[in-house]
């Protein structure tokens, strides 16, 4: 932390104290005030921060732990053999392959299905008290933490890929049939939802903190 400090100090002069923000498309380095807070190459609308970034987050983080219950709780396969209907959740998947011998799908799919989006809900949560309660805690790693919930999030969508393909290809009548349960909507919806939440969270507020404190 008083590594951080040192380095602050030394760059006293930011983006945003001189009145520069960077264009989220482009990338471009301008004044905010220049030609009425757009880009001048783009045209993209450029703000020094996302705003109401902490509200919408905790509004997003909110909505997905309430559907997170039903994806997990509903089944996301019914799956029919020879008139027989045999319903499956996520976790029911995950030890059916487990009790099949076959625990590398079994880990696939519980890491891209259950630890992945409870990891990434978990993060943005520690990020928003972080920003609120203004700790000086580790702020690099707390950055990178934020990355990582933008580069693993969009692989939580696996197991509806997985689903789509069975429903698609699995259609044999009375024999053998898979259809998509009310569980993988409810899921697909989580995943989106804490991909809008990553998105929406603006990771500057980490340093804005640090910072002003330092000021």
Known sequence: MEKNRVLLKFHSMTAKKAGLVSCHRCHLLSKLSS??????????????????????????????????IPANILPVTYTTSIGMVQPDTIMSGVIYFIHSGSWPVALIIFIASVFVPLLKLLILIILLLSVQFRWQWRPVDRTRLYHLTEAIGRWSMLDIFVITVLVAL???GALANIAAGQGALFFAIVVVITMFAAESFDPRLIWDNIENTDD
Do not use: D, N
């Open 170 to 172: 699995v259609h044999l």
């Open 35 to 68: 030609r009425k807070g757009k880009c001048p190459r783009c045209g993209a609308i450029i703000r020094s921060r996302k705003p109401e970034s902490i509200a919408r987050t905790w509004a997003l983080i909110i909505a997905a732990c309430i559907f997170y």
